[in-house]
Structures are given as structure tokens and as C-alpha cells.
């Protein structure tokens, strides 16, 4: 069990009031802590804050005033560390903890923690569904949806579960000590390069999860990761196609050290991007004693998760696939290159400070159209122009009405935009059940 600092003593400003934070307050409460909360959005549109009784809540403020009495903040990881009160927080030497570091201090099971550009939020369902079916009580937490920190707050929850946390590169930026007993990373390609600033801070932010690793641990990365020194003092298991990997994919077949486990074409996910995500679930799983026959089992009948190429309708034989979570071009690239039938693809939303110019030739290969939505439908047209006919839709519900008229029985209608939703949306998973609905409205 890796050593875990305590909380560093209050009291303490919250910052940012979205569902991490709410649990941050709620766990310091718990703890006895003198606690204040702040967001910069306005009272009204914090009015589903839920916060325990003596907690204040200061809305529509830059929170500078509040650090006055307190001795440590913990931040939401949606407040960027340039945040005026992040900023004169860290100046006056104050200590500044995310909700991931935290809980992690106050929750005391052992955590397999996994990050990367793409997939983690599968390979975390996945990694949950294997410790199920193997009888492991198990706790699936963090980026996924369930913060962390609930967990303390929870009166029966089992000492004994293992923690399994989706750790985005917001949450890892801001740990100090997080050192997971496993750690997972599916792969690093580009993505919040406008919170990060360049393609080297996006990616020293993702290998913060293996920074503090002991010698007990285990570090799960792909084979050719290009990184020569992950960092950290843990076991290394890789996931490949090589022999040499101790999870390799070799003539079709899963393999794990001289053990076959299944043929690739018995998972229960789809497209060759999933296969990855399941050798990264299965080599962690195996390498932490996980039995063989349960991890082989739960391989074959786990389907995936909402939100990420989720089949949402089939009418007039056109089938509609929701893939919101694809909020940068690595996901849309993976997501386009899942299907062999053409596709009316919608791409679209708020920038991430990223170029278009590489799903030029996906968009080629894949698509017999391409409906371009929100604040990001000019760049988006100007990097695909001639790639395939491209159309100007404004909206979700205008790109699915002219997709729908457009496609024919056996080709795909796909939202898969390659950037956030927050111009139109409150987030990805609003998006998609937006698109959802629209895909299931009849014609």
C-alpha cells in the first residue's frame, strides 16, 4: 500500500462547484474541517449545488477575498491553475490539492488508476466489469462520472474494494503525492492544448500517474510509446503485438505471458481501437492476480459504455452511432476508422486548440458527408474542403434532420465531433443524449 500523506490542515477554500467539488466540500466537512466553497458562475446557475449545512457558498466571485482565512484550497479539476485564486493561492505558498490527491488521502483502498488520450472511460468500465465477475468488490471512480472523494461520504462502503479512477490530465496536473498501486496509461496523443498550452505540458500532466510509483506497484503502457523513461520505480508490463510484450495480440489471438486468452474477434467491444483498450484492462487485471478464466469471461460480454460509439437507433436501416465523448480529433479519427460502410459524420462544437487537417483523409476514406455544428464549423470547413461534401448545419437537431435525409439503408449516421460541446451543451454526455433523442424521433 503506497503511503498517503494527510490533508494538509484547514481551513479550506473550495473552488469550482461542479460534482468533484461538491464531494471535495462534503469530505472536508465530514473530517471536521472548516470549509468555505466559491465558483465564478453566477448564484442562479449554481442553484443544484448541494452542500452540507455550514458550508457557505460565495457565487460570481474570482474567490481572491476568501483566501484571507484559510490554509489550503482544493480545486476542481475544470479551474485551470491560472485561475486568479489558483494563481495567488500557490504564490503565498498555500497549499493547493485537486479532488483526485485528496480523496486519495482520505480514502484508504488500494487504486488502479488509469489515463491516456483515448479510452480511458471504457478501460476504466471494463477494468470495473472484470473485478465484478471475478468476485472483487470494486469502485469505479473519478473523470468517469462518480467523484472520488464520495466515496468517504458513503457509510457502507467496503474497505476492501479496489478503486478503480478514470484520471483525466486536469486531475493528475494537480497532484502531489498520488501514487495509485496501478497505474494505466492507453496511449498520448493531442488534446486540451488550449488549457495546457503546448503538446509537452499535456503530456508531462499525463505521466504524473506513474511519477510516484514504488517498487510494489504496476505501470501498464503500450509498446513504441516513444517515452524512455515513464518515470517512477513500478513494475512494467507492456501491451503490444510484439512477443516481447507481457499482453500481446499475435495472430488474432490475446496472449498474456504463454497464455492464450481469446481471439480478438470475441470481444465484446467494437473496432480495433477497443481491442488496445481491452489488452490494457486485461494486463493490469492478470498482472494484479485477477483470476485468468474471470478476466477471459469479462472480456467476452463487456459491451461498452454510453456516449462512445453507442449504437443509439437503427430506422430505415441506417444505423445511428452516438460517439459525443470523441472531444478531440484522436477520438474521431478512431471512431471514423470503426466502420466500412459510409458515413454522414457530425463534427463540431468548441475548439480545443487543435488542427483539423488530420481528418482530411479519414473524412475521405469514410464519409459520404460531413455536417459541421458549432463554434468550430468555419475551421472545420476550411481543413475539409473537397474532402467530401460538407454542410453547414448550425445545430445538432438541423446536422441530424439534413443527415437522415440524406443517408441510405446500411450506411452510418455519426456524431463524433472532435470537439467539447460547452458552446451549445453543458457537456459531452447532454450532447449525446441530445443526439440520442433525435436519433430516435420517427420520420
Not at 48 to 63: R, W
Not at 196 to 212: C, D, N, P, V
Amino acid at each position: 500500500m503506497s503511503h498517503r500523506p494527510p490533508p494538509p490542515p484547514g481551513p479550506y477554500l473550495v473552488v469550482g462547484m461542479a460534482r468533484s467539488g461538491q464531494a471535495a466540500a462534503a469530505l472536508l466537512h465530514r473530517r471536521g474541517e472548516d470549509v468555505v466553497a466559491t465558483d465564478a458562475a453566477p448564484a442562479d446557475r449554481l442553484a443544484g449545488v448541494a452542500l452540507p449545512p455550514g458550508v457557505a457558498l460565495h457565487a460570481g466571485t474570482d474567490g481572491l477575498a476568501l483566501l484571507q482565512g484559510v490554509r489550503a484550497v482544493v480545486k476542481s479539476p475544470g479551474v485551470p491553475r491560472q485561475a486568479a485564486v489558483i494563481a495567488a493561492a500557490l504564490a503565498r505558498g498555500l497549499p493547493v490539492l485537486g479532488e483526485l490527491e485528496l480523496a486519495w488521502r482520505c480514502v484508504p483502498n488500494e487504486v488502479i488508476a488509469v489515463t491516456g488520450t483515448n479510452g480511458k472511460t471504457t478501460t476504466t468500465e471494463l477494468l470495473g466489469h472484470l473485478h465484478r465477475d471475478a468476485g472483487v468488490p470494486v469502485a469505479v471512480v473519478g473523470n468517469v462520472g462518480t467523484a472520488y472523494s464520495s466515496l468517504a461520504l458513503e457509510d457502507g462502503h467496503d474497505p476492501d474494494a479496489v478503486v478503480v479512477c478514470e484520471a483525466s490530465s486536469f486531475q493528475l496536473e494537480d497532484t502531489v503525492a498520488f501514487a495509485p498501486e496501478a497505474a494505466v496509461l492507453l496511449n498520448l496523443d493531442s488534446d486540451h492544448l488550449d488549457r495546457h498550452g503546448s503538446l509537452e505540458a499535456y503530456h508531462a500532466a499525463k505521466l504524473q500517474i506513474f511519477a510516484r510509483q514504488g517498487n510494489d506497484d504496476v505501470a501498464v503502457a503500450p509498446e513504441g510509446l516513444g517515452i524512455p523513461d515513464l518515470g517512477g520505480c513500478a513494475r512494467r508490463v507492456c501491451f503490444g503485438d510484439s512477443p516481447e510484450a507481457e499482453l500481446s495480440l499475435r495472430a488474432g489471438t490475446l496472449w498474456w505471458d504463454r497464455t492464450p486468452l481469446l481471439r480478438a474477434d470475441e470481444l465484446g467491444l467494437r473496432g480495433p481501437h477497443n481491442v488496445r483498450n481491452a489488452m490494457a484492462a486485461a494486463a493490469v487485471a492478470l498482472a494484479r492476480g485477477l483470476d485468468v478464466d474471470a478476466v477471459r469471461a469479462g472480456l467476452r460480454t463487456f459491451t461498452g459504455v454510453a456516449h462512445r460509439l453507442e449504437e443509439v437507433a437503427v430506422r430505415d436501416g441506417v444505423t445511428y452511432v452516438n460517439d459525443s465523448k470523441a472531444t478531440n480529433v484522436a477520438a474521431a479519427l478512431v471512431a471514423l476508422a470503426s466502420f466500412t460502410t459510409p458515413v454522414h459524420v457530425i463534427l463540431g462544437g468548441r475548439g480545443k486548440g487543435e488542427a483539423y487537417a488530420p481528418l482530411r483523409g479519414a473524412v475521405a476514406a469514410h464519409c459520404a458527408a460531413a455536417y459541421l455544428i458549432g463554434e468550430e464549423a468555419g475551421p472545420l470547413r476550411a481543413a475539409l474542403e473537397g474532402a467530401a461534401p460538407l454542410h453547414d448545419s448550425g445545430d445538432l437537431a438541423t446536422a441530424v434532420a439534413q443527415a437522415r435525409a440524406a443517408a441510405r439503408p446500411g450506411e452510418v449516421v455519426l456524431l463524433s465531433p472532435a470537439c467539447a460541446s460547452y458552446d451549445q451543451f453543458e457537456n459531452f454526455e447532454v450532447r449525446g443524449e441530445a443526439f440520442r433523442g433525435l436519433a430516435r424521433i420517427p420520420a
